[in-house]
């Protein structure tokens, strides 16, 4: 299986409790490689832009209000087929109904504040990577 990559963000939630490094070591130890990080302060523009998929539906205020609270991770995960394996240890959207173990089982204080966005496939990888990194920032 060929080495992929995929997107991740630390969010503010467990960035405000100094929770990066734990769950940078989380995915470490499921094989993803970081090959990118960065904290960054998302403005209001970059989480509108970045969650723009999701405009029409009645969270997306909070959200982007949510994203923009705190100082965000973004990161750049490789690993053979990183997208699954990066969703396999973040776990369920819902912390109540995640594996024991994952990061959002873990680290999540609700549905809202679940400490880690992944990517959902390797094509809109591709493209939350891009909206973040310049290609010479990723380095593996």
Known sequence: ?????????????????NLTG??????????L??????????????AEGFYAVHKERPFFGELVSFMISGPVV??????EDAVKRNRDV??????????EGTIRKTFAE?????????????E????EIAFFFKPEEIVG
């Open 90 to 99: 973040m776990g369920a959207t819902n912390p109540k109904d995640a594996a």
């Open 22 to 31: 734990a769950v940078t070591a989380k995915l470490e130890e499921a094989g």
């Open 110 to 122: 609700s549905i809202e504040a679940n400490s880690v966005h992944g990517s959902d496939s390797e």
């Open 33 to 46: 490689r970081v090959v990118a990080s960065k904290r960054i302060h998302m403005s209001r523009e970059q």
């Open 74 to 79: 973004v990161q750049v995960l490789e690993s």
């Open 124 to 127: 809109n990888a591709a493209i």
């Open 1 to 17: 299986m060929a080495v992929t990559r995929t997107f991740s963000i630390i969010k503010p939630d467990a960035t405000r409790r």
